[in-house]
Structures are given as structure tokens and as C-alpha cells.
């Protein structure tokens, strides 16, 4: 299951997961995006509790975006112990995004 961010969860979640977790940076008017959402629901389910999948609306949430220099969506930022380790713009693929997680 995906989880969505606001900017007051957001760094609790990051920071306190021992886990590793994908944060996707997304709009509802965005049509990559919209074809990033089902890939990123079955990561979150293959992952399980393996990893925190999470979402954060960029419309709703610019500061974030800005914060992480987010310019074009999806982007995707994998962070582990609290630093972006990885990240991918535009749409990207659920083997990809598993193979990340997973070695994260």
C-alpha cells in the first residue's frame, strides 16, 4: 500500500524508517504520472513490509518539491537512513524500481 506524504509527515517518515523508502513526486493533471500510480501500487505490494512506498502531490506540496529540486514529474526519490540514495524522472519501470529497494 502507498502511503501519502505532507510536508508535516514527511520528514518523520523518512527520517525514523529503518526501512528504506520511495517517494514518488506527483500531480493528478500529469499523465506519466497517472501511469507511474499502478506501478508504484504493485511495488508496494511485492515489496511488502520490506519498505515504505510513499507518494507526496506536488500541487498540494510545492515547498517538498522544491526542497528536492523536483522540476518535472515523476520523479522518484529513493532515500535510505535518510538521504536521497537514488533518483529517477519520468515514469519507471516496477523491476526497476524492486531492484532498488531491494538493494537499498
Same mark, same amino acid.
Given at each position: #500500500?502507498?502511503?501519502?506524504? !505532507? !510536508?508535516?509527515?514527511?520528514?518523520?517518515?523518512?527520517?525514523?524508517?529503518?526501512? $528504506?523508502?520511495?517517494?514518488?513526486?506527483? &500531480?493528478?493533471?500529469?499523465? $506519466?504520472? *497517472?501511469?507511474?500510480?499502478?506501478?508504484?501500487?504493485?511495488?508496494?505490494?511485492?515489496?511488502? %513490509? =520490506? &519498505?515504505?512506498? &510513499?507518494?507526496?502531490?506536488v500541487d498540494q %506540496?510545492?515547498?517538498?518539491?522544491?526542497?528536492?529540486?523536483? +522540476?518535472s514529474i515523476p520523479?522518484?526519490?529513493?532515500?535510505?537512513? =535518510?538521504?536521497?540514495? #537514488? *533518483?529517477?524522472? =519520468?515514469?519507471?519501470? +516496477?523491476? %526497476?524500481?524492486? +531492484? &532498488?529497494? +531491494?538493494?537499498?
Open positions: #500500500m502507498t502511503i501519502s506524504l !505532507t !510536508t508535516d509527515t514527511f520528514k518523520s517518515t523518512i527520517l525514523d524508517s529503518q526501512k $528504506p523508502v520511495l517517494v514518488d513526486f506527483w &500531480a493528478e493533471w500529469c499523465g $506519466p504520472c *497517472r501511469t507511474q500510480l499502478p506501478i508504484l501500487d504493485s511495488v508496494a505490494a511485492e515489496i511488502g %513490509e =520490506g &519498505a515504505i512506498v &510513499a507518494k507526496v502531490n %506540496e510545492q515547498a517538498l518539491a522544491q526542497t528536492f529540486q523536483v +522540476r520523479t522518484l526519490l529513493l532515500f535510505k537512513d =535518510g538521504k536521497v540514495v #537514488m *533518483r529517477y524522472t =519520468g515514469v519507471t519501470s +516496477r523491476d %526497476e524500481l524492486l +531492484r &532498488a529497494l +531491494r538493494s537499498a
